[in-house]
């Protein structure tokens, strides 16, 4: 199955970033294994990555359970790249925010160790998020990756996701911690709100937060009183950039665009006059978490560039939607 620009690992493959990014894998002449959540009845239908072009003859499945960090070491094995994106997913706050934190920092620990153990790992590149960035309360208009979020600062918001937020903030840390003390080559992708077209079999919840106004999500227009975001595909193509490029190091925060609510009322209204769009003026009293701009200067001298802006995002997130019978 090797060949092309050698073998590579995604965990978590059936989300959204992750399906994405395999599929660009594919496209860019790589053999990739994808790890999955073990399914022993076949009951999970994951034929949007097994149908995927060249997946028949460069992608293999392997079932993994972040329960069991060492149920991750055969996928890894041999290859010189793995994409870490498998978290547990927990946005209710129905489970412990200590439980939600303390699995996902032990599974990617035992992750990275695998990485180490196998003796071909050149790279990992881990995908984190700007709440790991963005509640750091320093009080700056403008942040960048020297940024943490202060998880008690966070709490103490009564904000929603507490437990998500402080998983991603915590585990980023000890992944970096963990590589500088093992001398890993790590790099962590800083993502913003990601919108776009999905392949994956449900709607991913960052697409349903950000298409608020247009499902008529009332509860979420707190989140998006100014919205950092970015299109999917710009996030798999930084993932493998950053991957290929010999120079990358740290953490790169990974985000295009900036839009008020009020903003994006008046843009969607705009841009899809036949749906049914809160005007600016009924949104006028939401309220929400202040939160400050954040930079990807880091990645854009790298000499990346975004190829999608706020049309492509909404665009591709809305026709997928009505695929999914949602519009």
Not at 173 to 199: C, Q, Y
Not at 271 to 282: A, K, V
Request: include cysteine; charged fraction near 25%; glycine fraction near 8%.
């Amino acid at each position: 199955m090797e060949g092309g620009k050698g073998l590579v690992c995604v965990t978590g493959g059936t989300g959204f970033i992750a399906s994405w990014l395999i599929m660009r894998l594919l496209e860019s002449g790589y053999t990739v294994r994808a790890t999955v959540r073990p399914d022993p009845e076949r009951k999970k239908d994951i034929s949007y990555l097994t149908n995927l072009p060249g997946a028949a003859e460069k992608l293999q499945i392997f079932y993994a359970d972040l329960e069991k960090p060492d149920s991750f070491n055969e996928a890894i094995q041999g290859c010189s790249g793995v994409f870490h994106l498998a978290h547990p997913v927990e946005f209710s706050d129905k489970e412990q925010e200590e439980a939600v934190t303390k699995r996902s920092v032990e599974a990617t620990i035992g992750i990275l160790k695998a990485c180490i153990d196998s003796k071909t790992v050149k790279r990992v590149v881990y995908t984190s998020s700007t709440t790991a960035v963005l509640f750091s309360g320093n009080g700056q208009e403008m942040v960048d990756e020297s940024a943490w979020t202060d998880v008690d600062l966070f709490r103490s918001a009564n904000l929603m996701a507490t437990s998500y937020v402080a998983a991603k903030t915590k585990t980023e840390r000890a992944a970096i911690e963990f590589a500088e003390e093992n001398g890993m080559d790590l790099v962590t992708v800083v993502p913003s709100l990601v919108v776009g077209s999905f392949i994956c079999s449900r709607v991913p919840s960052s697409v349903y937060m950000g298409l608020a106004l247009i499902l008529g999500n009332k509860d979420q227009y707190s989140f998006l009183i100014k919205s950092s975001m970015v299109h999917v595909d710009d996030v798999a193509r930084a993932h493998i950039f950053l991957f290929e490029c010999p120079n990358a190091k740290g953490r790169y925060i990974c985000s295009s665009d900036e839009i008020l609510l009020n903003e994006m009322s008046e843009f969607l209204s705009a841009r899809y006059p036949h749906l049914q769009i809160p005007t600016p003026d009924s949104l006028k009293d939401i309220k929400g978490y202040e939160i400050c701009s954040i930079s990807s200067k880091k990645l854009l001298d790298c000499g990346f560039t975004y190829q999608h802006g706020l049309g492509d995002m909404f665009d591709g997130a809305i026709q997928s939607c009505k695929e999914k019978g949602l519009i």
